[in-house]
């Protein structure tokens, strides 16, 4: 099972929007809306950010959603702050029963 | 306030055994799911698999022939077993609750394990 696609890199000034995408295929992104995202500050543990493709945990900030599209998985932050500054990771179930990352997207804030 | 810790040796040997246990606190262990999930330097995130209580596994199929996994409920702890390592299973390694096949809620804050001779 291949890891999901997501750009190396976005970056954005603070107070922009910016989206992440997560490509995968119809048996792991396409087949559940079981994607969730984790913001990973450099030295620390990966932490939830949305999960269920949309559903944001109590105590995430609401300028972070998520969505999907057939096989696309996005997060969108918006009015981008500097402590956004971090590496976002997808993660999706697939059809083999596990569970696969995406391989990060750098954020920086300009 | 769910907590997890690793803890096990930070230098393994070429073809020795990777032991790892993860001690969770402000939950019974004998509820939900519970993962190892590691990340190489510099590179991305890697599900190992998933123990429930009950003793009842899902590996990585890429790993599967060197994984094991283990849960001591009276400890509330639960372990990895990572065998016949290499230089390539040099990683950071994180435990997490999982919610089945869905999404990591709580973790640990990783164990460097270096594989070198």
């Known amino acids: 099972q291949s890891a999901l696609t997501q750009p190396a890199s976005v970056s954005g000034s603070p107070g922009q929007s910016i989206t992440i995408s997560c490509t995968g295929t119809?048996?792991?992104?396409?087949?559940?809306?079981?994607v969730s995202w984790y913001q990973q500050h450099p030295g620390k543990p990966p932490k939830l950010m949305i999960y269920?493709?949309?559903k944001r945990p109590s105590g995430v900030s609401d300028r972070f959603s998520g969505s999907k599209s057939g096989n696309t998985a996005s997060l969108t932050i918006s009015g981008l702050q500097p402590e956004d500054e971090a590496d976002y990771y997808c993660c999706s179930y697939a059809l083999s029963n596990i569970l696969i990352f995406g391989g990060g997207t750098k954020v920086t804030v300009l | 306030q769910v907590q997890l810790q690793e803890s096990g040796p930070g230098l393994v040997k070429p073809a020795e055994t990777l032991s790892l246990t993860c001690t969770v606190s402000?939950?019974?262990?004998?509820?939900?799911?519970w993962s190892w999930i590691r990340q190489p330097p510099g590179k991305g995130l890697e599900w190992i698999g998933y123990v429930y209580y009950s003793g009842s596994t899902n590996y990585n199929p890429s790993l599967k022939s060197r994984v094991s996994m283990s849960v001591d409920t009276s400890k509330n702890q639960f372990s990895l077993h990572l065998t016949s390592v290499t230089t390539a299973d040099t990683a950071v390694y994180y435990c997490?609750?999982?919610?089945?096949?869905?999404?990591?809620?709580?973790w640990g804050q990783g164990t460097q394990v270096t594989v070198s001779s």
């Open positions: 269920e493709v949309a």
């Open positions: 997490a609750r999982e919610r089945t096949l869905d999404y990591f809620d709580y």
């Open positions: 402000g939950v019974s262990i004998s509820t939900y799911y």
């Open positions: 119809s048996s792991d992104v396409g087949s559940h809306d079981l």
